[in-house]
């Protein structure tokens, strides 16, 4: 039984399909008893053939009884709501998942890490998932890590802006490109690594096929669309006010700036060969702007 821990999210769904169509059994924990409903429907950001277990993972004891029936995990920290401090309530679930891990019978874990991960504090997902992959040392289970580039999933928002206003918000100026991903590529590679003897472990960078910018994104939504979109661009001096105008708590917004100005200085480690998903930007934000028209 492979458990996913995130599978109703992009990544996790994405593996769970991978699973399911190969014709093994999959476990989608999620929290929500609504999504628990509405699997299978259209709705549903569960995939028809999983099977759902209801546990809130700061309910370390309810986890662990999850993580018992199952042979392999693929762990993804959720996103803790942007109103909050991300950062305290992300620390909080990682450390309850590592020991909801104690006294299971798994075989391996696969880990969604991100490409920036280091030892730092209050810099959102670089300092929390860092954490978490020393945490993971100090367990018995053999586990391997997949530092994720920047989710092409993270533009899905902008289609709004797009088709509203003619243009895309970004934090960055509009030619920084940086390594971008599409969350089915995730969802392949961690499928692949998922079923690699529990041996066969390490750290893998994962990314799209090149690098790309704001300006590449607007050019993708101007081609689906048909019309024009520029990039509207957020000062540095401004990122803070910008985050908490969408929705961010002062605390996310400091830690999500922070972020943003660690990846804009490049101060993280570029890997020499990263895996390489095959799904273009432009690819990506067709299927989105197609998925919406239907």
């Given at each position: 039984m492979h458990i996913i821990l995130g599978g109703t999210g992009h990544v996790g769904s994405a593996l769970a399909r991978r699973f399911i169509d190969a014709g093994e059994p999959v476990t989608i924990v999620t929290h929500d008893p609504q999504k628990a409903r509405q699997t299978?429907?259209?709705?549903?950001?569960v995939p028809q053939?999983?099977?759902?277990?209801?546990?809130?993972?700061?309910?370390?004891?309810?986890?662990?009884?999850?993580?018992?029936?199952?042979?392999?995990?693929?762990?993804?920290?959720p996103p803790a709501a942007p109103a909050t401090d991300t950062d305290a309530e992300e620390s909080h679930t990682?450390?309850?998942?590592?020991?909801?891990?104690?006294?299971t019978r798994l075989q391996?874990?696969?880990?969604?890490?991100?490409y920036g991960a280091q030892p730092v504090n209050r810099a959102?997902?670089?300092?929390?998932?860092?954490d978490l992959e020393k945490a993971l040392e100090t367990q018995p289970v053999p586990f391997s890590v997949i530092r994720a580039a920047y989710y092409m999933s993270n533009w899905?928002?902008?289609?709004?802006?797009?088709q509203k206003e003619g243009v895309v918000d970004s934090m960055y100026p509009a030619d920084f490109k940086l390594p971008m991903v599409a969350p089915q590529d995730l969802g392949e590679f961690a499928a692949r690594l998922m079923t690699q003897p529990a041996g066969k472990t390490g750290v893998y960078y994962v990314e799209g096929p090149e690098l790309y910018s704001?300006?590449?994104?607007?050019?993708?939504?101007?081609?689906?669309?048909?019309?024009?979109?520029?990039?509207?661009?957020?000062?540095?001096?401004?990122?803070?006010?910008?985050?908490?105008?969408?929705?961010?708590?002062?605390?996310?917004?400091?830690?999500y700036a922070a972020m943003t100005a660690i990846t804009l200085d490049k101060h993280y480690t570029v890997p020499d060969a990263p895996v390489r998903g095959r799904t273009t930007l432009r690819a990506y934000v067709q299927a989105l702007v197609s998925r919406k028209d239907a």
């Amino acid at each position: 039984m492979h458990i996913i821990l995130g599978g109703t999210g992009h990544v996790g769904s994405a593996l769970a399909r991978r699973f399911i169509d190969a014709g093994e059994p999959v476990t989608i924990v999620t929290h929500d008893p609504q999504k628990a409903r509405q699997t299978g429907t259209a709705r549903s950001s569960v995939p028809q053939g999983a099977k759902v277990a209801l546990a809130d993972v700061r309910d370390v004891a309810a986890l662990r009884k999850v993580l018992q029936q199952g042979t392999r995990l693929f762990l993804l920290n959720p996103p803790a709501a942007p109103a909050t401090d991300t950062d305290a309530e992300e620390s909080h679930t990682a450390k309850s998942i590592v020991e909801a891990l104690e006294g299971t019978r798994l075989q391996k874990i696969v880990a969604e890490s991100t490409y920036g991960a280091q030892p730092v504090n209050r810099a959102g997902d670089l300092g929390i998932l860092y954490d978490l992959e020393k945490a993971l040392e100090t367990q018995p289970v053999p586990f391997s890590v997949i530092r994720a580039a920047y989710y092409m999933s993270n533009w899905d928002a902008a289609l709004g802006t797009a088709q509203k206003e003619g243009v895309v918000d970004s934090m960055y100026p509009a030619d920084f490109k940086l390594p971008m991903v599409a969350p089915q590529d995730l969802g392949e590679f961690a499928a692949r690594l998922m079923t690699q003897p529990a041996g066969k472990t390490g750290v893998y960078y994962v990314e799209g096929p090149e690098l790309y910018s704001a300006a590449d994104v607007a050019a993708a939504f101007s081609d689906a669309l048909g019309k024009p979109v520029a990039v509207r661009v957020t000062p540095r001096d401004k990122w803070e006010e910008g985050y908490q105008a969408i929705g961010f708590s002062p605390a996310a917004a400091r830690s999500y700036a922070a972020m943003t100005a660690i990846t804009l200085d490049k101060h993280y480690t570029v890997p020499d060969a990263p895996v390489r998903g095959r799904t273009t930007l432009r690819a990506y934000v067709q299927a989105l702007v197609s998925r919406k028209d239907a």
